[in-house]
C-alpha cells in the first residue's frame, strides 16, 4: 500500500520525531498527478532544521537533501551525500535521485518523486502539491524541490540577470496566508531560511520535480 494511506491518519498526529534505524535504499515512487484528498491544516507550522550552506557551487542538491534529513536523523555529511546522489560539476540530474537517497537514509520509503511536467502546472497538480507540503510538514518531513527560476520569478536575492536551476527545501507553510517557508542552502545574497507565496513555489518546480 503506498505510504499516502498509511500516514494520512497522522495528518494531525504531534510532531515528535520519529527513531528510524538506517537500511538499504528503498527504491523510489514515481508519481506525475495523482488525486489528492484534502488534509488539515494547522495554521503555521514549521520544522527544526540543520541548515547549512551548500559547501560547492553545485552541491545545491546534497545540501538540501541534508536539511530534509536532519528534521529526523543525524545527516551524514554534504560530501557523503554528493557520493550517494552521484552528483557531478553538472550537479544532481534529477529530483528521482534525491527520493531515493532519502530514502536510504532514513530507511523506510516514505517520499515519492513527484513530477511536474506543466508549466504553468495545472490546478490538480497545485493540489497535490499542497497536499504533499502539509502532509508531510505535519508529520515533521520536510519536501526537497527542484526548481528553475528566470530572471522575473525568482526567490529572494537570486543573480536577476541568471536563469537558475537549483534545490531548495521546504520546512514549513502558512495556511492563513498561503505560504511556505524555504531552506535554500545557495544563500544568495544571505537569503538562508525565507518565505515564499504557494503560488510563486508552484511556479517554480516545472518543469521538474519534488521529493514529497
Known sequence: MR???????LALA????????LVANAAPALTQVAS???VQPRGTVTLKVDYQVQE????????????????RVGPPSQATLAEQLGTTQNGTDWIGQVTGVLNQNLGNGYYETKEMPNDPPSQQQKELLWNDIVLD???NYP???NIVAPPGNQPPGYPPDQTIYHYFTIIGYDDVNRTVQIADPASFSGNQIYWLTFDQLASLIPPKGYSA
Open 3 to 9: 505510504r499516502r494511506l498509511l500516514v494520512a491518519s
Open 14 to 21: 504531534s510532531l515528535g520525531v520519529l527513531t528510524t534505524p
Open 36 to 38: 489528492a484528498a484534502p
Open 56 to 71: 560547492t557551487g553545485y552541491w545545491c542538491g546534497p545540501a538540501a537533501t541534508r536539511i530534509a534529513l536532519s528534521a
Open 137 to 139: 510538514i505535519n508529520n
Open 143 to 145: 519536501i526537497v524541490a
